[in-house]
C-alpha cells in the first residue's frame, strides 16, 4: 500500500493564478482532511470529509474549495491564490471505526504564492 | 483556534536523557493522540490514550493524561539522536470526527 499520496510535492503560484492539490489514499478510509502549516502555528484545519460526495468546513477554509468525487481522492482548489496561502498542505485519512481514530497523513506539498 | 498548547516550544537534550513534553487542551476530550514530524514529512502517529486511561506505553514512550487539570505528558526514555523531531499532540472532542493540533514541541537530541 502506498498509504496516503499528494500531488504535487512543491509549486510557486503567483497571485491570482488557481491551482488543486490532489490527495489519493488507498486505505479505503472514510474521512479524508486537508491542512495547512505554518510556521509555530501547529495544523490548521482546512476542510474534511466525512465520504464521498460529502465536504465540510474546518478550521481557516476561506479561499479554498473542495471536492470528494471518489472515495479514495479529495482535492482541495485554490481559486485565486494569495500571497497568505503560502504554507505547507497536508492531507489526511482515517478509518471510520470505533477506535480507530488515527490520522495517517501524507508527505505534504509546499506552496509558495508570489 | 489552537486547543493543544504544548510546552516547551523547543527542549535540547543529550543522547542517553529523557524528554518531556507536555500538553493542555480546554474543552473535554474522546482520546489525545501524539504525532511526530521529521523535518520536511508528514506526521506519524504515535500513541493515543483514551479519556479513561491515565497512562500508556508504547516502547520508549509514555504517555500520561490527567483530564481533572486537562493535560497531557509525552516522555521519551533514554532518547536517541533519531528522536529530533517535532511533536505534537491532537485532542479529539468527545463529538465529531476532528483533531485539533497543538503547537508542536521541537525536539533536538544532540549525540
Known amino acids: 500500500n502506498a498509504g496516503v499520496t499528494q500531488t504535487p510535492k512543491f509549486r510557486v503560484l503567483k497571485t491570482g493564478q488557481s491551482m488543486t492539490l490532489l490527495c489519493a489514499q488507498d486505505?479505503?478510509?472514510?474521512?479524508m482532511y486537508w491542512y495547512r502549516q505554518d510556521p509555530g502555528m501547529g495544523l490548521r484545519l482546512i476542510h474534511y470529509s466525512v465520504g464521498e460526495g460529502t465536504t465540510a468546513k474546518g478550521e481557516v477554509p476561506d479561499g479554498y474549495n473542495v471536492s470528494r468525487l471518489k472515495k479514495q481522492n479529495f482535492l482541495l482548489g485554490l481559486e485565486s491564490a494569495a500571497p497568505s496561502q503560502t504554507s505547507v498542505y497536508f492531507c489526511?485519512?482515517?478509518?471510520?471505526?470505533?477506535?480507530?481514530?488515527?490520522?495517517?497523513f501524507g508527505p505534504g506539498t509546499r506552496l509558495t504564492v508570489l | 483556534s489552537q486547543q493543544g498548547e504544548e510546552d516547551p516550544q523547543a527542549l535540547s537534550i543529550q543522547e542517553g536523557e529523557n524528554a518531556t513534553m507536555n500538553c493542555s487542551y480546554k474543552t473535554s476530550i474522546n482520546n489525545l493522540q501524539w504525532y511526530r514530524q521529521n523535518s520536511g514529512r508528514g506526521l506519524v502517529h504515535l500513541i493515543l490514550?483514551?479519556?479513561?486511561?491515565r497512562e500508556k506505553h508504547s516502547g520508549r514512550l509514555r504517555v500520561t493524561l490527567d483530564t481533572s487539570k486537562k493535560s497531557s505528558s509525552l516522555l521519551i526514555t533514554a532518547s536517541r539522536a533519531a528522536d529530533t523531531a517535532s511533536y505534537f499532540c491532537a485532542k479529539k472532542e468527545t463529538s465529531g470526527s476532528r483533531l485539533t493540533f497543538g503547537e508542536g514541541t521541537q525536539l533536538t537530541v544532540n549525540p
Open positions: 486505505m479505503n478510509h472514510e474521512y
Open positions: 490514550i483514551r479519556s479513561n486511561e
Open positions: 489526511a485519512s482515517t478509518l471510520l471505526a470505533p477506535g480507530t481514530d488515527t490520522q495517517y
